[in-house]
Nanobody
Framework: QVQLVESGGGLVQAGGSLRLSCAAS????????MAWFRQAPGKERDFVAA????????RYADSVKGRFTISRDNGKNTVYLQMNSLKPDATAVYYC?????????????????WGRGTQVTVSG
């Protein structure tokens, strides 16, 4: 198992940018597919982006494509989510997730390791 801790959330105005980080520890990080999900109050947990262990394959939700970028630094055991052109509907708790998989899965059930989340608030 791997432990995940998110950071970098905060308050930003619409149109602004924010970068989230997810630090991993406890097990081999490089073998994991990593992903970001988000959950707004009263809403389901939605897929945002995923990246395979090598970083050579990524997947994005249509709602963030072209504005968000997921990346990873296996040497630092860290995954990032660069968020640009933020909109108020991006307001949510953002969760980092990990799975021992070679695919960029979009379903939360595919991931068995989760961080506690970091709050992102976009003001309009």
């Amino acid at each position: 198992q791997v432990q995940l801790v998110e950071s970098g959330g905060g308050l930003v105005q619409a149109g602004g940018s924010l970068r989230l980080s997810c630090a991993a520890s406890g097990r081999t990080f490089s073998s994991y597919t990593m992903a970001w999900f988000r959950q707004a109050p009263g809403k389901e947990r939605d897929f945002v982006a995923a990246i395979v262990w090598s970083g050579r394959s990524t997947r994005y939700a249509d709602s963030v494509k072209g504005r968000f970028t997921i990346s990873r630094d296996n040497g630092k055991n860290t995954v990032y989510l660069q968020m640009n052109s933020l909109k108020p509907d991006a307001t949510a708790v953002y969760y980092c997730a990990a799975a021992q998989s070679g695919t960029t899965a979009q379903l939360p059930t595919a991931y068995n390791n989760w961080g506690r989340g970091t709050q992102v608030t976009v003001s309009g």
